[in-house]
């Protein structure tokens, strides 16, 4: 799953753009070759994309929809000042989720 910010779609200027549009693609390019790259079957690899503010809502509330067995998230290994500054899509995601979620550095 892909969830592009709702924020980068519609900047506080108030103009909106097709950033949405080229980050989807981008999203879909490099889901592509992830899937080439790991030699995984894609009729059994599917991507999804979402946009919106609460990016972990979003990721634990899809996969409670689809009733996923577990999340695979990142993480970017910040800590300290600049993870309270920034806060975490994956340690909230953890938070919200009804599944386990297994996070890889």
Do not use: W
């Not at 549009?21 to 992830?34: C, E, P, S, V």
């Amino acid at each position: 799953m892909h969830v592009v910010p709702a924020d980068v779609i519609y900047p506080q200027t108030g103009t909106s753009c097709d950033l949405y549009d080229l980050m989807a693609g981008d999203a879909r390019r490099n889901f592509q070759k992830l899937v080439k790259r790991k030699r995984l079957d894609p009729k059994n690899s599917t991507l999804m994309l979402a946009h919106g503010t609460d990016l972990s809502a979003i990721i634990a509330r899809h996969a409670k929809k689809i009733s996923a067995a577990m999340i695979v998230m990142g993480s970017h290994g910040r800590t300290g000042l600049r993870r309270f500054l920034l806060g975490s899509v994956t340690e909230r995601t953890l938070r919200y989720a009804d599944c386990p979620v297994l996070i890889v550095k």
